[in-house]
């Protein structure tokens, strides 16, 4: 059975950081692009950043330059490291697998950004 697990959310004050894991189990996460989105309440989930299988990494424009998305393979395992953190991050963070036809999706992982 595969599992996606996202943990590291929580409660900052603007400027503050965080990192977000996505740990996999049933599956490589390495052989998957992985993929960080993130919603809000009554919004669509909307993509934030990315990690292909080659390692190319994509992110949107609001959070370039402060959030890094990166893999440890020994522990099967995607973070997300958030720098910077504006009140307009907050949400819920989810991470998904991707290889070809099939995706997995996390249970997400609240990130609440205020003073």
């Known amino acids: 059975q595969v599992q996606l697990v996202e943990s590291g959310g929580g409660s900052v004050e603007p400027g503050e950081s965080l990192r977000l894991s996505c740990a996999a189990s049933g599956i490589m996460l390495n052989n998957y692009g992985v993929i960080w989105h993130r919603q809000t309440p009554g919004n669509q989930r909307d993509w934030v950043a990315s990690?292909?299988?080659?390692?190319?990494?994509k992110y949107i424009d609001s959070v370039k330059g402060r959030f890094n998305i990166f893999r440890d393979v020994a522990k099967n395992t995607v973070y997300l490291e958030m720098n910077s953190l504006k009140v307009e991050d907050a949400g819920v963070y989810y991470c998904?697998?991707?290889?070809?036809?099939?995706?997995?999706w996390g249970q997400g992982t609240q990130v609440n950004v205020a003073t």
């Open positions: 990690i292909g299988g080659t390692g190319l990494k």
């Open positions: 998904q697998a991707v290889r070809l036809n099939t995706a997995y």
